[in-house]
């Protein structure tokens, strides 16, 4: 069972291939592949984010608002959805350099429901409650619609009994689409690359610090920090009214 509620500290990179390629390696001496993946941890994650008509949660992220929420409906490993398909409706949190993650698991059809119209949800558990009652508040605040799909291949490893939450995850094949915005034609729909093919994301989710082994490995290959929010990136490049603020790579 996912985990519902979580708070860590989150840390981005933006790697080429070559670096991509031999920090897996040496991370696979430390951490285990997760069990959520296929054998080496692999999976398909795909988001259907949800933003206000002028794009407010875009704007928060860009003029670097301390307190920052998203909501998007997200599948894994599906490249069939149909109206049953189980889902994670989530909120994402940030408080300056503190990240939440609530969410929520509902069928397709009621997510959709839920996030486009403010539906009332049987959400059963209080937990699960709790997190129908916000997303149907930002809603009813903000009239939120929606605004972008994105997808990609993750490569996630999980930290040993010595390094309790600690996660990395490695982000390929970039992909979006701020047309057809639903998950029921991912069989069909047409996304591109808001990234080149040989560009990749690593994220570092920690409770509390990175361990030193890690930041020993990120140092070696010369890891940069970048302040990358991949719906952002995958909004401009999808989208004319960012046409400005696009980045050549």
């Known amino acids: ?34 069990p959520y993946g296929d054998q080496g941890g692999r999976y398909l994650v795909t988001s259907l984010y949800y ?12 003029q670097g608002h301390r307190f ?11 490249m069939m959805v149909s109206a049953d398909t189980l889902c994670f409706v989530e909120i994402k949190q940030r408080t300056s350099k503190t990240i939440q993650k609530k969410r929520v698991v509902l ?15 049987d959400g059963g558990s ?10 149907q508040y930002l809603y009813n605040t903000l009239r939120l619609q929606p605004a972008c799909i994105v997808s990609y291949d993750r490569l ?26 639903t998950l029921l034609s991912q069989g069909s729909a047409e996304n591109h ?13 920690v409770n509390d610090r990175v361990p030193y082994w890690l930041t020993e490995v990120i140092s070696e290959h010369r890891c940069t920090l970048r302040r990358i929010s991949k719906y952002c ?9 960012f046409r400005s603020r696009r980045i050549d790579y």
Not at 9 to 17: A, D, F, N, P, Q
């Open 68 to 78: 920052r929420r998203k909501v998007r409906i997200r599948v894994y490993d599906a």
């Open 233 to 241: 990136v995958a909004l401009e490049q999808a989208t004319e009214l």
């Open 193 to 205: 690359y808001f990234l080149p093919p040989h560009w990749c994301v690593m994220e570092i989710k």
């Open 1 to 34: 069972m996912r985990i519902k509620y979580f708070n860590r500290y989150e840390l981005k990179y933006v790697l080429k291939r070559g670096q991509y390629e031999h920090l897996v390696d040496e991370l696979a001496k430390y951490m285990d592949p997760d």
């Open 156 to 181: 996630a490893f999980n930290g040993s009994e010595y390094d309790p939450g600690l996660r990395v995850t490695f982000d390929t094949n970039l992909k979006c689409r701020a047309h057809d915005l």
């Open 51 to 62: 933003d206000t008509a002028n794009y407010k949660a875009y704007w928060d992220k860009i």
């Open 107 to 121: 069928p397709y059809s009621l997510a959709t429901a839920l996030c486009s119209s403010g539906r009332d949800i």
């Open 126 to 135: 209080g937990t699960d409650q709790t997190v129908i009652s916000e997303i």
